[in-house]
């Protein structure tokens, strides 16, 4: 399948993980992906392995000018934007009673003023040409109210409330907006924390039964990306092998 033969796709979060992942797909069905990440390394090589004009570029999410320099650069080379896919993402373990005001504005800072900026500057880039596909990343944390996290799951739900809006304000221009919410993923962040040592538990609430990885998630986000996805725009669809119903 070539579904994004001439398209240009921002990855956010590209240098490991599921950003790698989506980016990697998007380009392997004929994207021209911009890596992006905090670790400019990363996102280097994950250009490099997609190949043909893919390039990559080093941002801070959270920073308006980091932002406003990115999108300079991506309309510069690429002269426009089609597909972003906002996967960036701090994924933290700290228990409330640990939780103090500097740690849940560090988390915010990416997951959530990060996705404004990023979707701001995405939009404006998309209308140019009256069409664009938006995927945020949420997380069906959301909905199971995941312990040791309380910034965390307010972010995502802060995403899902977000892009729901942003597809009322978007939809005149032909751009869609969508929310991925995947479970629990075997990621490389993910074996940095405690989380790793969650995966038996939540593979007992999985009506699938198994790990996640990051290409089970890839699927969902490359169908919502795409010219096949048009009449679908504002929509949350968890990607969790059923944990969460609803």
Not at 98 to 104: I, N, Y
């Amino acid at each position: 399948m070539r579904r994004f033969e001439g398209r240009v796709a921002l990855v956010s979060g590209a240098a490991q993980g599921i950003g790698k992942a989506v980016a990697e797909r998007l380009g392997a069905e004929g994207a021209t992906v911009v890596a992006v990440d905090i670790q400019g390394d990363g996102a280097a090589a994950t250009a490099k392995a997609i190949g043909g004009k893919s390039f990559a570029h080093a941002a801070d999410i959270g920073d308006p000018e980091s932002v406003a320099k990115l999108f300079a650069a991506v309309e510069s080379k690429a002269g426009k934007l089609d597909v972003l896919v906002n996967v960036a993402a701090i994924v933290p373990f700290v228990k409330w009673d640990e939780l103090t005001f500097e740690e849940w504005r560090r988390v915010a800072r990416v997951n959530f003023d990060g996705l404004f900026l990023m979707c701001k500057a995405g939009s404006d880039l998309m209308r140019k040409n009256n069409y664009g596909r938006i995927v945020n990343f949420g997380s069906n944390s959301m909905l199971a109210g995941t312990p040791n996290m309380a910034h965390y799951v307010a972010t995502k739900g802060g995403v899902f409330s977000f892009t729901r809006a942003l597809a009322t304000e978007l939809g005149g221009y032909k751009i869609t907006a969508n929310t991925v919410m995947p479970g629990l993923t075997d990621t490389e962040g993910v074996q940095l924390t405690p989380h790793k040592d969650a995966f038996g538990f939540v593979d007992m609430l999985q009506a699938i039964k198994g790990k996640g990885v990051p290409d089970d998630i890839v699927p969902a986000v490359a169908f919502l990306a795409s010219e096949e996805a048009h009449w679908i725009t504002g929509q949350a669809l968890n990607v969790d092998a059923g944990m969460v119903r609803w």
